[in-house]
């Protein structure tokens, strides 16, 4: 087994402000039947409501504390503000408490501050990226993940406004973004996270995961991989879903999605 060192977290309980708390269906529907399977059990957390959007903007303010966030995979910092707001952001790496942030259209180029990529240098990565202007932090937003900003794009949107940057997307995906979107700098925290082994069965059943069953375990009626004696293979060209659904190798985006245009180089696979 292998875990997180909490040692660098703050002792501070939740903002109660922030807080609320949160009911899930845990794959069922009104009726208690399953309907999302292997899901369940899975301890009780708290909701903390974070501020994807950082609307405030020019009002500085300071990291009070790192906490951990059951909800999400990165660490989470509590933020007083100069106007005696507090909020919940995503942390990032390096960020530590009694540093000040602050969100502006231009701003310092320090972890956790918050601008518009228009305003960012080629070469630094970034996080909490909108797609859309306004639309508040829609990507690039799990624990150590960033987006490397590459270079400014001169091509213009047809309302006549900025031009688009081009990202570098976690999954190496190249993508077109408009410089008038906000993102905020640095890499998430808890990088990590991809290196935890849970050790024990118990352990996912905290996360609410309850136990997957193989296909080639169960019966031809339930499963297209099921039956035959002994070990046998699947039976079947093609890996396939438990409902029949062709998975692997199968390409699932929608050719006709408008979105299709701003990517100009998909992920390396």
Not at 34 to 61: A, C, H, M, W
Not at 215 to 239: F, K, L
């Amino acid at each position: 087994m292998k875990g997180y060192d909490f040692g660098l977290l703050s002792k501070a309980t939740p903002l109660k402000s922030a807080t609320k708390g949160l009911k899930r269906s845990w794959g069922r529907n009104n009726k208690g039947r399953i309907t999302s399977k292997y899901r369940g059990g899975g301890n009780k957390r708290l909701y903390r409501e974070i501020d994807f959007k950082q609307t405030k903007l020019n009002v500085p303010g300071k990291v009070f504390s790192i906490e951990y966030d059951p909800n999400r995979t990165t660490r989470i910092a509590r933020i007083n503000y100069a106007d005696g707001d507090k909020r919940y952001i995503l942390a990032p790496q390096d960020l530590k408490a009694g540093d000040e942030v602050v969100a502006a259209e231009k701003a310092p180029l320090r972890p956790g501050n918050r601008m518009k990529l228009k305003n960012i240098p080629q070469g630094l990565m970034v996080h909490n990226i909108e797609l859309r202007p306004g639309q508040g932090g829609k990507i690039v937003r799990s624990a150590g993940s960033g987006a490397t900003v590459l270079a400014s794009s001169p091509r213009q949107d047809g309302r006549g406004k900025a031009g688009y940057v081009q990202l570098i997307m976690p999954s190496s995906e190249t993508r077109m973004i408009s410089g008038e979107s906000y993102a905020s700098m640095g890499q998430l925290s808890n990088m990590e996270h991809g290196s935890i082994v849970f050790g024990k069965a118990g352990k996912t059943r905290w996360l609410g995961r309850r136990p997957k069953v193989r296909g080639t375990a169960m019966n031809p009626v339930d499963h297209p991989y099921g039956g035959g004696e002994g070990r046998q293979g699947r039976g079947t060209r093609r890996p396939k879903t438990a409902q029949g659904k062709i998975t692997g190798g199968r390409k699932t985006r929608n050719k006709k999605k408008k979105s299709s245009i701003f990517i100009l180089r998909r992920r390396i696979k």
